[in-house]
Structures are given as C-alpha cells and as structure tokens.
C-alpha cells in the first residue's frame, strides 16, 4: 500500500475512526507510523517463528502435549503475519484483513486450550492422565482450527467492513476472558495446596497461564474494544492496531515456559542484574560518603 493512500483506505475500516479528521497530516503521521510498525513486526515473525516452531517441536512427547497446542498457536501466528504483508499492499486489502481475523480466532482458540490443558493438569490430574494422549490433543486442534474456517467463509459472504461483521467478531474473541481468568485462578489455587509439584514446575506452570492472560489482555483486548465501541478516534484506532500486531511476537516467549530450566535462568539472570543493580548503588553511595568525609 503506497503511504500517500494509507488515510484514505483505512478512512473505510471497521470502528469508522476517521470520518473527519482535524488534521489530515496528523492523521497520516499516525498510519504511516501503523504501515511501518505492521511492516517490521511481520518481518521479524516471519523469520523468528519458523525457529520457534522447531525449538516447540522438540519438546513433543507421548505424556506432554502442550506444545502441540502451542506449535499450532504459532502457527496462526504466521497467518497473521501473512496477513499483515497482503494488508499493506492495496490491491488484496479486503483478503489481508479476512485472513488476520482468521487467524485471530484460531489464535485466541489455542491460547484457550492451552490454559485448558494446564488447568486440567493440575486440578484434575488422575482423570486427564488418562486422556492425555496425542490423538485426543491433534483432535482438539483440528476443532479448533475447523471454528475460524466457518468464520472465514461467513467473512467471504458478508461487507466487510460492516459493523455487524466487527460486532461478531468482538463479542466471539471476548469469550475466552472469563475461561482463561477461571482456568488461571483454578490452576493457582491448586497449585498453592500441592506439595507434590516442585517449585519450578510451579513456576512454569503459573507463568505460562499469567502470560497467556496478559497477551490477551494487553494485546487483544484494546482491538477487541474498538471492534464493540467502533471509537472514532484515529490515534486510539493506531495504538490498537499495533498492539494486535506484536500477538505472534508476544507468543514466542511461552517457549520459556514450556522448557524445563529456562524459568530458573531467566529468575537467575533477572536477580543477577537485580544484584548487580543494586551492588552499583551501593558503591556510589559510599563512594559519596567517602568524598564528604574526606572534605
């Protein structure tokens, strides 16, 4: 998409945030900023999240499925990527922003079962033993994977930039809120009662589920928002738009939580710095003292 046609194009998005514009080289400002944050973020996840998906797949094993669900998280994250880079070129806008909600409502389907699947492994461990297995868990993806293609193909048969297309696919991605709070606080409850699991395992555990909530949260929920309310603010619709965007660079850090020991050497790098910080502090303090004392 040439920069000069950006505010005309997205004058006819979803939330209708530009129909008068005080002035128009602010506004252009802005969705020039939103063109080369969208360009950059695509770029770099389409080079990071192929590695990822490698590191993922080693982890795959007969009594751990959960980076099955993850594997398929990054891959609607390269969806969304694809998107981005047919969104910026203006002559497949249309088909750029039907694939972004696709791959947004798989997105969201996987961090959903992701939390599921740490959610039952805690708080319902004999009956999910049982049920753990990799057929039952590429069964569940390809439900999940089944939902946005229905979605898709009612996208294809209705205005897309209509506002009933955006108040459905609001109210749809704001369901998962109230399961993944339920399914975090669940699994930490547990959790904080079980003397059988280690402390690391704590802490990979309650750390995954917290930045499932936080991606969502922090990242959807703003977009999400602006999908309902159809704000006519163009600088909120900007800094929505970008926060969506970093989603699939955002999912490369659950890869942290689902190796074991990467936890305990980020807690250690974080407390060295933390140590090191604060040794610092402590020098130039009485570096300061020792200067006044010898005045």
Known sequence: MNLSNINDTLMDTD????????????????????W???????????????????????????DNVAPI????????DIIQLCAMILWLTEDVIDIGEIARVFGLVASVGFMVCI???????????????????????????????TLPLFYFIFGIFIILYSNMFFNITGVLLLLPLPLLVFFLVGTFRALSASISVHAEEKRRIVGLLVLVLLIYTLLFLPRIISYLLH?????LHVVAAILLELNPVADLFLYIFLR????????????????NRTNRQSSS???????????
């Open 285 to 295: 303090g009485l570096n300061d003292v020792d200067a006044v004392t010898s005045l």
């Open 36 to 62: 080369v944050s969208t360009l950059s973020i695509a770029i770099v996840g389409l080079v990071l999240t192929p590695v990822a998906i490698c590191a993922v797949s080693s982890l795959v094993k007969k």
């Open 15 to 34: 939330d209708k945030s530009i129909h008068e514009v005080d002035s128009k080289a602010e506004a252009v400002k802005f969705y020039r900023i939103l």
């Open 69 to 76: 669900f993850v594997i398929n998280l990054l891959v609607s």
């Open 115 to 145: 939390a599921l699947e740490r959610y039952l492994l805690i708080v319902w461990p004999l009956w999910y033993r049982t049920r753990r297995t990799v057929k039952m868990c590429l069964l569940l993806c390809a439900v999940v994977w």
């Open 260 to 275: 074991k020991g990467a936890v305990n050497q980020v807690w250690f790098c974080l407390c060295c710095c933390r140590k």
């Open 231 to 235: 704000y006519r603010d163009y600088r």
